[in-house]
């Protein structure tokens, strides 16, 4: 998400769906920084090219969520269940309050945890996902290879899933991960989406 000069984020809104055009609450600061309306569309249309149905029903588990736009872009055009991962207390109590303003009281898991616990405790219940949002601080480096690495071995991730990373233009965070390769990347301005699939 880019910044204005004065330090307030540009305004966020619901691209599509059932929440078209609502508007969503982000905070400004580097930590909270929400995945822009134009990256996010550039996604979803990706995701939905020659299958405009492909997200109904389907499971999505939103990594380090920020304020949650990209589980909410989903419910909003379909998802049947978003996991909400996020580890910031700020964070997690701003994607509530973007749910309860959008009146969305149910299809979501909102999990204040650190990614990694949380993802094994899902592992641990059986869940398996669709897709897989991931959006780090651009910041920690690590955090994509750590998340990207244990869900390439993980039961979370099955044979249709898809993984995407948002990532710098400048920050590559690698082809493969275990199971998971690399099949595409798209740029827009300074950000990027990478996005995998089980080999």
Not at 30 to 51: M, Q, Y
Request: proline letters at 5%; aromatic letters at 8%; hydrophobic letters at 35%.
């Amino acid at each position: 998400m880019r910044f204005c000069g004065n330090g307030r984020s540009q305004p966020l809104r619901i691209i599509a769906g059932q929440y078209r055009s609502r508007p969503l609450r982000s905070l400004p600061g580097p930590d909270i920084r929400p995945t822009a309306d134009r990256l996010r569309e550039t996604l979803f249309n990706v995701l939905t090219a020659g299958t405009p149905d492909r997200l109904q029903d389907s499971t999505w588990a939103d990594l380090y969520a920020g304020t949650g736009a990209v589980g909410i872009e989903a419910l909003s055009r379909g998802a049947q269940r978003v996991y909400f991962i996020e580890s910031s207390a700020t964070a997690a109590r701003l994607i509530r309050e973007n749910l309860q303003s959008l009146e969305i009281e149910s299809g979501f898991e909102l999990i204040h945890s650190e990614v990694s616990k949380a993802l094994r405790r899902l592992e641990t219940q059986g869940v398996q996902v669709d897709f897989v949002f991931l959006d780090p601080p651009y910041s920690r480096e690590r955090n994509y290879r750590d998340t990207l690495t244990f869900l390439g071995e993980s039961t979370l991730v099955g044979l249709k899933t898809v993984v995407i990373a948002e990532h710098l233009k400048k920050l590559d965070p690698g082809e493969v991960f275990g199971q998971l390769k690399r099949y595409r990347k798209l740029v827009q301005g300074d950000a990027a989406l990478s996005f995998f699939h089980r080999s």
